[in-house]
């Protein structure tokens, strides 16, 4: 239903009505036309609308329907927060405004996927043009876009002001007036974001290519190239700048328009055509098709003396053939002979003058209309059209009644007639399907229904279209006032139809004999048949279709001369679009904006009553807002109504917990609302007389106050109780703190419970943030007592973490390297000077490279793989000689090597003890049994690595508990018994030399004790 879903949103959670139409109307009229208390009286409508366009106030509604009023000024309406002001809020909730339509539209097609159509209908210069260009400007700002949709808006936004250069023509009521109907579809995908669009035109008005009344102009686009062509473009269409040299734009004599700048105008066609996908060369081609029609205009003839026409403007005819891309010979007898067929043959007969005056305006409208048709499409083409939901804008011209009314004004008026009959159907329709969905009884409505008029157009044999198409078909002399007999034999007798003869003789008077009255249901217009009945275009067919231009070869098809079938006539054409045009608009949701030209004047703030009236009346307003009123003034679904008027009834305030339609009847009848006011549907409240709701509307601004100031003292009284309520807390608080404080030594108890789980809290917050980082790291936030153990239980298992985390990440190498340092600090630590440097120094895997090694020993070691080597000296144990050797260490064994020869095997089970100094100093012995001679006794090593050789030595040989570390001296056996010492003093350089009764002395090098932490910190 379509008020049900206007009012939900996009969520579907529904608004709150604000209702600011009913809170205004004391202000600026009704915002509703539904709301006018007097709704049949015509006076009392066009009085809203005054007092409202009086304050600037130019949309008005008849429930969904918004009526426009043009400022004829700008307006500080159209900006982009007032865009986002209308974007997702419900129809009723804010202003009227052309944003609120277009918002809801788009909202209901979204939700109820649904195609959509906004009509847009008015009088020549009412502003419909104006309205569709705010919508779809909406659509372009407020829609989401990506790049790609962005250069599609951006072509619909620029198709504008090509259509409007090649359709508009400054007109005496409106100096841009759209001289053709524009039907435009906008798409949008599953996002709501626009896609693509489609443009649909009808009835061009095509005369006024070859005949403007007095004050009007061509077509813009003709003037805009005179003006904003440049003089190279010109010359080469054979063009002077004058717009007086041509005959086709001086009929009207008003090439100039104060409000329009024809150059500018010329620059944003330029700008747009490449935008909209023209080529440069069709771009020229566009032009030479326009600079042809004006030298089609300034086409003489003359009349010989035999009476033959012949052409004077020969140099005219060779700029068309060049401009056309034609035979310029071909042309000239097309535009001075016809075809005519005779008893089966075809022969080309010349035409008089006024028939070759008239077949050159001819060829003029058709060239120029059909390049128009063709321009369309292309732009079209360039929307990229998709299936997809639809927006669907017509724009289309209003009721026309001139002076002279041609065959032109008969279909305008024809396309109103049958738009009225679709907007009441769909009206009428819509609100038939309200009250079914709300189990209403249909009230039957009151008002003219004008389908008798359009029968009387449009009837197959009996309207006047058929017998138009009658009169064309006919073969022998036709002309128009054959027509019109026709017409006054069919129709004669028909309460809608008088001509001349028909007539009485009022109205007799008020009639020409060339002309027709139909009564429409906008009023009575008389049309003239001069013009309606011509001939055919088939000479100048066969000319243009053969043209190099491709747009004109394109829109004159070979095969429509070709084929002997007379074309459809102009009518007919005119009543299928229509039709197709009425399926469109009934399969889609419609909306209607109703546009109201205040004055003729085109001046901002007059509003000419009579002016006004004739349009309230033939937009059948008044109509409109019957039906719309002919039940209920006004409805509401029940929330909205609940959630407005509730204060009005102590039951149902400050919140009603039952049924909504339960809530809405204590309303109403605490109200005192009578059975004959009001109906409650399914969902919603329906309202039978403005009156009934503006008192209750009175009810709730006298109820204001009263709500204020319960609602202001309430709101007081709470927060006045929360700030004492928060001062009582606060103070406790302070003193439990304060009484903890002084109990703070004593057991956990009442007294102290708050102060001490603080004190816990803080410490462990404290600790969380200055927890140690590394295994280094050993501090430790001061606990308070109560937590002392707890600290140091989290001390332990925190270390234990990044100990476990340190090991985690060392690596197979690095734990190898840790083992034997470990190792190492067991012996070295506190008990050798030299040991503290060696922390700081990687042990490495040998202190000799593969290559130093000789492969003899390599062989004999056999299948015991060299572990580690090192360079050392070895010195005798009798006269201390000194000996440069290798010691290689193998798995069970080691060996002291010279050069390729193994001087000494040294097994690990036989190594009695590894002697080495306290001091500096690098002397190893190795404490080897005496008795065993394949051992050959202690060795006396030096070795500048001696903290390395000794710590793998011991470790392979599983020796470590046996490494002895000597203050003074070292004592070694020798051969046969007898024994050895090395003394060992600190001195100042490093020197081992025989000293004293026969002993080694060992000068070890004086040196200063460094920390050895850098090893650990480096893993
Ligand atoms: N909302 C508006 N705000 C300001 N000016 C407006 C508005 N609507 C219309 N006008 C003015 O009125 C002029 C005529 O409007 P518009 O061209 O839209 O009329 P129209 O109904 O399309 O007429 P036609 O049937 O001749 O094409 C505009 O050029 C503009 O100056
Ligand atoms: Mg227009």
């Given at each position: 239903m379509r008020y049900q879903a206007r009012e939900v949103d996009i969520d579907g959670r529904v608004r709150?009505?604000?209702?600011?139409a009913l809170t205004a109307r004391d202000r600026v009229g009704v915002q509703d036309f539904v709301l006018l208390e007097n709704y049949n009286s015509e006076a009392a409508f066009i009085e809203n609308l005054r007092r409202r366009f009086r304050e600037n106030l130019i949309y008005t509604y008849i429930g969904s329907v918004l009526v426009s009023v043009n400022p004829y000024k700008e307006l500080e309406i159209y900006s982009k927060q007032q865009m986002e002001r209308y974007r997702g809020v419900s129809f009723y909730e804010i202003s009227p405004h052309i944003y609120a339509l277009s918002d809801n539209t788009y909202r209901a097609m979204r939700t109820e996927r649904k195609d959509q159509c906004i009509l847009i209908s008015g009088e020549?210069?009412?502003g419909k043009t104006e309205a569709s260009k705010k919508i779809l400007l909406y659509y372009a700002v407020t829609c989401p876009t990506n790049d790609h949709m962005a250069a599609l808006g951006d072509r619909l936004l620029q198709s504008n002001p090509v259509l409007e250069a090649f359709g508009n023509a400054k007109t005496l009521r409106n100096d841009n007036s759209s001289r053709f109907g524009k039907y435009m579809d906008v798409q949008f995908d599953f996002r709501g974001a626009p896609v693509g669009g489609h443009i649909l035109n009808y009835l061009l008005e095509k005369s006024r290519v070859v005949h403007q009344n007095h004050g009007e102009r061509n077509f813009h686009i003709f003037y805009q190239l005179l003006d904003g062509g440049d003089d190279d473009l010109l010359n080469t269409l054979d063009l002077e700048r004058n717009p007086h040299s041509y005959h086709y734009l001086v009929k009207g004599n008003c090439p100039r328009v104060s409000s329009i700048s024809d150059k500018n105008n010329w620059k944003a066609v330029m700008k747009a055509l490449p935008v909209i996908g023209f080529s440069e060369e069709e771009v020229q081609q566009l032009l030479n098709i326009v600079a042809s029609v004006l030298h089609l205009g300034n086409t003489q003839f003359g009349e010989g003396e035999e009476g033959e026409t012949y052409i004077t403007t020969e140099t005219q005819i060779t700029n068309l053939a060049k401009l056309l891309g034609v035979d310029g010979s071909a042309l000239g007898e097309a535009l001075t002979h016809k075809k005519l067929t005779a008893k089966g043959e075809e022969m080309i007969s010349p035409l008089s003058f006024e028939q070759a005056v008239s077949a050159r305006d001819a060829l003029a409208k058709a060239v120029y209309g059909r390049t128009f048709t063709w321009l369309v499409e292309k732009i079209n083409r360039s929307l990229a059209r998709k299936d997809s939901s639809v927006i669907g804008l017509l724009d289309i011209y209003g009721f026309e009644v001139l002076q002279h009314n041609s065959f032109e004004q008969f279909c305008i008026n024809y396309c109103n007639e049958k738009l009225q009959q679709l907007f009441i159907e769909l009206t009428l329709r819509s609100e038939q399907e309200e009250y079914e969905a709300e189990g209403i009884t249909w009230e039957t409505v009151q008002y003219f229904d004008n389908k008798i008029i359009c029968d009387l157009i449009e009837e197959k044999h009996k309207g006047i279209i058929s017998i138009l198409n009658e009169e064309c078909l006919r073969p022998g002399e036709t002309c128009d006032l054959s027509f019109l007999e026709k017409l006054e034999d069919t129709l004669g007798g028909h309460p809608h139809f008088v001509t001349h003869k028909l007539a009485n003789g009022k109205t007799r008077r008020a009639m020409s004999r060339e002309e027709f009255r139909l009564l429409h249901y906008a009023g009575e217009v008389n049309y003239n048949v001069n013009g309606t009945v011509h001939c055919n275009l088939t000479l100048d067919q066969l000319v243009m279709c053969q043209s190099d231009n491709q747009i004109l070869s394109h829109c004159f098809r070979r095969e429509e001369v070709i084929d002997q079938k007379r074309p459809e006539m102009a009518a007919t054409q005119f009543k299928n679009s229509l039709m197709k045009l009425m399926e469109i608009l009934m399969s889609k949701e419609p909306s209607y904006v109703r546009c109201i030209k205040p004055n003729d004047t085109k001046q901002p703030g007059r509003f000419d009553e009579v002016l006004v009236r004739h349009q309230v009346k033939y937009l059948g307003l008044m109509e409109n807002l019957r039906v719309r009123r002919a039940g209920f003034a006004y409805r509401r679904r029940f929330e909205a109504f609940l959630q407005r008027?509730?204060?009005?009834c102590p039951e149902t305030w400050?919140?009603?917990?039952?049924r909504l339609i339960d809530g809405v009847s204590t309303l109403v009848n605490h109200l005192g609302y009578?059975?004959?006011e009001y109906k409650l549907g399914r969902s919603k409240i329906f309202i039978r007389f403005p009156k009934t709701l503006f008192n209750t509307e009175d009810a709730l601004e006298a109820k204001k106050p009263e709500m204020v100031i319960t609602i202001q003292s309430g709101w007081r009284g709470m927060k006045a109780r929360r700030r004492a309520n928060r001062r009582r807390q606060a103070a406790d608080l302070i003193r439990r703190f304060i009484k903890g404080f002084i109990y703070r030594h004593e057991e956990y108890c009442l007294e102290n419970e708050y102060f001490l789980d603080h004190v816990r809290y803080s410490f462990l917050k404290n600790l969380r943030k200055n927890l140690p980082k590394s295994v280094l790291d050993k501090s430790w936030p001061t606990p308070p007592p109560s937590v002392t153990e707890a600290s140091e239980h989290l001390r332990r298992l925190h270390m234990k973490n990044m100990v476990i985390k340190y090991c985690r990440r060392v690596q197979p190498e690095w734990k190898k390297q840790m083992m034997q340092k470990v190792v190492a600090s067991g012996i070295f630590k506190d008990q050798k000077d030299n040991y503290p440097q060696s922390v700081g120094r990687l042990f490495l895997d040998s202190r000799l490279e593969p290559e130093q090694i000789s492969l003899k020993v390599i062989q004999t070691l056999g299948s015991e793989k060299v572990q580690y080597g090192v360079p050392v000296t070895k010195y005798d144990r009798r006269g201390f000689k000194p000996r440069p050797r290798q010691l290689l260490l193998a798995n069970t064994f080691a060996v002291l090597v010279d050069r390729t020869k193994i001087k000494q095997r040294i097994d690990y089970t036989a190594v009695r003890g590894i002697s080495v100094s306290s001091l500096s100093d690098g002397m190893i012995v190795l404490h080897m049994?005496?008795?065993?001679?394949?051992?050959?006794g202690d060795a006396i090593l030096h070795c500048n690595h001696v903290i390395e050789v000794v710590t793998k030595l011991a470790m392979m040989a599983s020796k470590v508990n046996y490494v002895n570390i000597s203050p003074g001296s070292i004592r070694f056996t020798m051969p046969r018994g007898k024994e050895g010492i090395i003394d060992f003093v600190r001195g100042p350089e490093l020197k081992v030399a025989k000293g004293k009764r026969g002993h080694l002395l060992v000068v070890s090098q004086q040196l200063s004790r460094i920390a050895t932490c850098y090893l650990l910190v480096c893993f």
């Open positions: 709150l009505v604000m209702e600011s020549s210069g009412a008027y509730k204060p009005l400050p919140n009603w917990h039952g009578v059975p004959e049994p005496n008795e065993d001679n394949k051992q050959k």
